[in-house]
């Protein structure tokens, strides 16, 4: 005799959280706009998330990866990773900490500017479209209420 059907949800829970579910909506989303930018910085060999990495990196003196770590939304081990191909790629360097010889620094390398400088023109272009396919005021909202997220 085959196995009986396990007991699932109701059809009305499931399409209640479908349809009112702040997190899974925000991941599908997430996963949109992270297909969308992907897409548009593959040509420089970037992903969105890396892209965002390397924006955090341009600034005067590099940021140690415990602070730079929860800018980004990551845990350090998890940014740890991410940052060895673009290392690999001399886009940036991984730096002792002067301060604190156990935490690490990163360090956007003339190289890594290069790039930038060409992939933020094309994140222009694609974040003014995504923009401009919103209705007016969604962007500013959608920014205001994730941030308050936070």
Partial sequence: MPDA?????????????R?????????????RLARRFDAAL??????N??????VALNQPEPPPI?????????????????VK??????LLTIEPDPEDRRSRRLRITPQGVALMREAV?????????LEASL??????????????MA
């Fill in 135 to 148: 209705d007016d005021g969604v962007a500013d909202a959608l920014r205001r209420g994730l941030a308050q």
């Fill in 121 to 129: 023109e094309v994140w222009r272009e694609t974040h003014a479209a």
């Fill in 19 to 31: 349809d009112t579910c702040l997190c899974l909506a925000a991941q599908r989303a997430a996963r």
């Fill in 5 to 17: 059907m396990p007991d699932i949800l109701p059809r009305e829970t499931v399409l209640t959280i």
């Fill in 85 to 90: 191909p673009l290392a690999r790629r001399g």
């Fill in 49 to 54: 998330g890396q892209f965002s990495l390397m």
């Fill in 66 to 82: 415990g602070r730079l770590a929860p800018f980004l939304g990551m845990d350090p081990s998890t940014l740890t990773a991410a």
């Fill in 42 to 47: 593959r040509p420089f060999g970037l992903t």
